[in-house]
């Protein structure tokens, strides 16, 4: 099983961001995938969850409003719409899936909000 993240870069404060995740290995379609992220110094926190392709998603207090995810059954992949974003955003961002009582990891991908 292999996660790729794609999209981290270099915004401006109130600019907008889509990460990506591409899964291999396995159909995650009816598992759960999430973003998490960390920041230096600080502990992986979770961002977003999407329990299935058409299930419920939940999201940090602190990205509420903001960012939106969204899986695609067809590419098993799994994306972040981050919107408006914030000098605390910066962090590296990784996907995460769960299947069978596994959890899978990508590299990271890293979102720096600078102006």
């Known amino acids: 099983v292999q996660l790729v993240e794609s999209g981290g870069g270099l915004v401006q404060p109130g600019g907008s961001l889509r990460l990506s995740c591409a899964a291999s290995g396995f159909s995650f379609s009816s598992d759960p995938m999430s973003w998490y992220r960390q920041a230096p110094g600080k502990e992986r926190e979770l961002v977003a969850v999407k329990i299935s392709v058409g299930g419920s998603t939940d999201y940090a207090d602190s990205v509420k409003g903001r960012f939106t995810i969204s899986r695609d059954r067809a590419k098993n992949a799994v994306y972040l719409q981050m919107n408006s974003l914030k000098p605390e955003d910066t962090a590296v961002y990784y996907c995460?899936?769960?299947?069978?009582?596994?959890?899978?990891w990508g590299q990271g991908t890293q979102v720096t909000v600078s102006s």
């Open positions: 995460n899936a769960r299947r069978l009582g596994r959890t899978y």
